[in-house]
């Protein structure tokens, strides 16, 4: 007969990003169950709506996290644009679909070499991070911040890119593609990280669904759902297709993540092809008054916002559900089973963001 | 892309060549970084602008900025700033801009102040004071409601008024330097 027992796992752990907490139920050196808790980084981020008002409020959604935070700006915008009736300029569209793209290529490197360094990986880890380094130039070029991009305001955007910039985008992506070989080589195809990958944290299509699984990690597991199909900001004039894989393993994960890079790629292109030219906000009069909710694809997953305003400037309630939210419960059932050295591995490959879950 | 097929050492041309290449990092700060010309790395002030309105310190999120109108100063806590940029949008007088290179660290958190230079002659048209109509001269463009940072004033075309919500005024001036027909001057209450 097994031994059981529980190794608490986090929240301060040498491999993991994030504050996350697990009670790890073990037979021998199999996991057999998981018990998470959060609660360690609460801000009380969506209280703050407030005491601040909503056109302030952009800069505080987008400090919630700093790998999404361009993210947060645009589903807090959007929605308290649906609540006051507020169209959009065409361009501001595009420069939101361009930005919101470039953080998504951002975070999946970033993902990219966090795992590698989960697996002990160092060099690919370096590589992976120093490609996301182009990007975030790129974003310090083009809007003034490298994490946290303040660009987006309700009605619109604050800063315009010119061609040049447009430029310097899509040579950085050129630049990105080209070097990227060696790590797509090394993530799909190297022996030691086929090893830890393939087979490991199998999550099931009826699992997935039946926990609520979003993102990558839904993806991974065949099932073809992506909230930029729905068509905000400016997905709805570009052509794309969601990126699935169907094993379910760490493995397809991985995949799912890296095509979705070139999938942005294409996206940003195509974006800075189609953009028109004209303003780039419109003013704002009056305050929201109604509720509505807001979905989009954060690079982790499908993100909803929530917005309830009462005619003031304060707004009564904000409310935002993310990614890894949905994925803790996926999380739990792809544990089971696994070793306890593998542990480190599955939870990255959720690509948990404990700051977007706690707020 | 390349899929599923297993391989050995498939890094280790990339590795081999960075033996070899200059480091990605730069020695900061023995190298002086690069900074693109948006970059948002503090705020500063052309104090002598400034009308002390209090535009910035609603604006800001963090609560960072104070504002004296009576000693007609402006402080601003540097470690408390997140450098979003809200309050130079906010500024009716543009005085307010960022700038490259964040600031230093410090062993305390610490605030600076600037203090406006008295002004011996006060110029025409010039903040201070709220906006008084001289309805003759009026022709109802609208073009002060427009301008109006803070939606103070009211103005009907139809009907012919000219209102003003003096609690929200913060008696910038704009209104009297964007108004045609110079009907609207600054007069201290």
């Given amino acids: 007969m097994a031994k059981r027992s529980i190794v608490p796992f986090g929240p301060q752990h040498p491999v993991l990003p994030e504050p996350v907490h697990l009670d790890l139920i073990l037979e021998d050196e199999t996991v057999v169950g998981a018990v998470p808790s959060i609660g360690f980084i609460h801000r009380g981020l969506e209280k703050l709506v407030e005491k601040r008002d909503f056109k302030q409020y952009v800069y505080i959604a987008e400090r919630v996290c700093g790998i999404c935070s361009c993210g947060h700006g645009l589903g807090y915008c959007e929605a308290v644009e649906q609540v006051m009736g507020i169209e959009v300029p065409d361009r501001a569209r595009y420069l939101r679909t361009i930005w919101v793209e470039m953080s998504r290529v951002h975070s999946h490197l970033l993902w990219l070499g966090l795992l590698a360094d989960a697996m002990g990986f160092e060099s690919l880890y370096m590589e992976s991070w120093r490609l996301r380094e182009k990007i975030l130039d790129m974003f310090d070029e083009t809007t003034g911040g490298r994490i946290i991009h303040s660009v987006n305001c309700v009605g619109g955007v604050q800063k315009d890119m010119d061609s040049t910039m447009l430029q310097h985008i899509l040579q950085a992506i050129d630049d990105i593609r080209g070097e990227m070989k060696p790590v797509v080589e090394t993530f799909m195809q190297d022996y030691t990280v086929q090893s830890r990958l393939k087979g490991s944290g199998i999550l099931t299509k009826e699992d997935a669904t039946a926990l609520g699984a979003a993102g990558p990690v839904l993806r991974a597991s065949g099932i073809s759902y992506d909230a930029r199909r729905l068509g905000y900001a400016a997905y709805g004039d570009l052509t794309m297709e969601p990126i699935t894989a169907a094993e379910g393993d760490s493995y397809a994960r991985c995949k799912v993540r890296l095509k979705e890079l070139f999938q942005s790629f294409d996206l940003i292109r195509e974006a800075i092809g189609k953009i028109p030219d004209g303003p780039i906000s419109v003013p704002v009069k009056g305050n929201p008054s109604g509720e509505f909710f807001m979905r989009i694809e954060q690079p982790r997953g499908e993100a909803i916002y929530y917005v309830k305003g009462s005619g003031t400037k304060y707004l009564d309630r904000f409310r935002m559900r993310t990614p890894t939210t949905s994925n803790i419960p996926a999380l739990v059932e792809m544990l089971k089973g696994c070793q306890l050295a593998d542990v480190p591995l599955l939870i990255l490959t959720i690509d948990p963001c404990v700051s977007c879950t706690e707020r | ?189």
């Fill in chain 2, 1 to 189: 892309m390349m899929e599923d097929k297993t391989r050995v050492f498939t890094f280790a041309g990339r590795v081999l060549k960075n033996l070899f290449q200059k480091p990605a990092t730069v020695q900061y700060p023995f190298q002086p970084a690069e900074y693109p010309e948006r970059m948002r790395g503090h705020v500063e002030i052309k104090i002598e602008d400034c009308i002390c309105c209090g535009l910035c310190v609603r604006s800001c999120p963090s609560q960072a900025i104070s504002v004296d109108r009576k000693a007609g100063t402006w402080t601003i806590g540097r470690f408390d700033c997140v450098q979003c940029g809200s309050c130079v949008l906010a500024c009716p007088k543009k005085c307010l801009t960022m700038e490259k290179g964040y600031t230093e660290p410090d062993i305390a958190k610490k605030s600076e102040t600037f203090t406006k230079p008295k002004e011996e002659e006060k110029p025409e048209a010039a903040s201070g004071g709220i906006p008084v109509l001289d309805a003759e001269k009026c022709v109802y463009c609208t073009l002060c409601a427009k301008k109006c940072p803070q939606e103070a004033i009211r103005v009907d075309r139809k009907e012919k008024t000219w209102a003003l919500d003096e609690e929200k005024c913060v008696q910038c001036g704009i209104c009297a330097s964007a108004c045609p027909k110079h009907a609207l001057s600054m007069q201290s209450i």
